[in-house]
């Protein structure tokens, strides 16, 4: 194992900017949901208003006011123009490429997370049917999760849906969980983060919990002072989401630690996901670092990896699937490099 490996590793795992924004998009009481993920795009109403005067809200303070203006004059009956004006102005504008959007079903029962691939919004020029989306300002969108359940997820997060807006910025907090969504392992303002779900139902007693993970962070030291890698089981900040189901959340500025112990994990629990609609099982197959790690597994399953440590991880009920993909892709390219 040498540097070059490690650094393809490294440049494997998502970076997400940390200047990168996220927003809740309505899709009028979900009627438009499925348009959107269909079409790959987000989009919004008052198609009477050109874009010149949306242009010009953003550049200048008359050109809000002579927004708001028009908006009074060419819908009456809407009681906010000024809100209306600055929602235009936030969609055409504030929300830029690479930024991540998420838009509710009906009842917002589900919701799907996408990226936004280019800041200029565009009309739709196209022939529009009866029952599609109407409205003609678009921003073209790449969905990365489609269909989540509200419910499921964080109830700091389930607050978004109370929100009456048609866009609403998302604060830090929520979007931390978002992230996670996405991509369980990802780099963002030079820390790694490694997010498992917990999928157990039941209890988990708090000694047992944190003495799993304390033994695991040991195996992961041992495993870079064996291959003189730094990897210091201090620089690990562990934030835990209490529900049952929840999630447990690793944070380190040491990337290669994030990586031994993603490996260690899948490699205890194995993992299987559907590629192409089969199930394939997951295979430490590189020649790098990935198979470093298995061999040290299968040095240690005397001494440290116990029954007991695994029959705890295992009770966890915690599924890697997604783990387990980037790991495999991590193989793929170290063993094409």
Known sequence: MNKQDIDRIIKSISKVKPTREYWFVRTQGGNYYKDFLKGNYIAIGYDEINLSDIRAANSNVSGKVTL?????????????????????????????????????????????????VETPIFQATQQLKDEECPFMKRKKTKWLKLDILLDNLDSEFIKLKYSQKTIT???????????????????????????????????????????????????????????DLEIDKRSFDLKIHVQSPGTIEFITYAVIGIVVLSVIVVAIIGAEYESNTRPIRFKLKSDGLIKKVSEFLDSKQNRLLKSELIKKVKDMDIKPEEIA???????NDNSKG
């Open 68 to 116: 708001t203006e028009i908006i009074k004059k060419k819908f009456p009956n809407e009681g906010r123009p000024g809100f209306v004006s600055h929602q235009l102005v936030d969609f055409a504008y504030n929300i830029s490429k690479g930024d991540i959007v998420i838009v509710p079903s009906y009842s917002s029962e589900f919701i799907s997370i996408g990226e936004v």
């Open 169 to 227: 910025k998302v604060d830090i907090e929520i979007s931390n969980f978002i992230d996670r969504i996405i991509s369980p392992l990802y780099i963002k303002e030079n820390d790694a983060h490694l997010s498992l779900d917990i999928r157990k139902k039941e209890k988990i007693n708090a000694y047992e919990l944190f003495q799993t993970w304390t033994e695991l962070l040991d195996l992961t030291e041992e495993f870079g002072k064996e291959n």
């Open 325 to 331: 993909k980037i790991l495999e892709q991590v193989s």
